[in-house]
């Protein structure tokens, strides 16, 4: 289990808006879609990159999964309020996690939040982490089967930051388990319009 400074800031942007909606990029876990929904009255898709991943390894396709992301979640830009990405971008070879990244912020509304877990030590477990929210401020994690392995080499900050480019980092934590967890935030301007310059 880890203590989560992130679960407070997601619950502040979803209490904030009416009808709001929360896409989670992990497979179902029953105990998150009743945490989001005793708490705040939102939308939740559930959207399993995951399984997506362990099925273009099985099926030795790894090189279409970029271009496979890039259709794969339909969604209106600027549609979500939070997105739950998890570790999923430490199984991502770069082609494929930069256009994971592109596609979360193009989806996700301006004021709005992304969560995601990085790996600071490298691992080649073939294993997924399973994360489930235990309350605003724990969230408990195991491991499970998988396919795919982490990458050989973890994200640098830099890298992270070049991927969320158009994001702004409103936390970032480490954690003893030696993984980063980051939330990032999109500014509110972004989607006004520039005044004409006259």
Known sequence: MYRSKALAGLLAVLGARPAAELLDLGPVVGA???????????KIHIEDLYADLD?????????????????RLPLPDESIDVVLCWDLFDYLEPPAAAVLAAQV???IRPGGAVLALFATVPAREPAYTRYVIEDEEHVRYRARPAAASRRREVLQNRDILRMFDRLQVSDSTLLRSQVREMLFRKPAETSAPRPAVR
């Not at 998150?32 to 939102?42: H, Q, S």
């Not at 099925?55 to 259709?71: K, M, T, Y």
Request: aromatic share 12%.
């Open 105 to 107: 912020t193009r989806l």
């Open 32 to 42: 998150n879609i009743a945490f989001f929904g005793d708490r705040v009255p939102c």
């Open 55 to 71: 099925r273009h390894v099985q099926e030795g396709a790894l090189e279409q999964f970029p271009d496979f992301l890039q259709r």
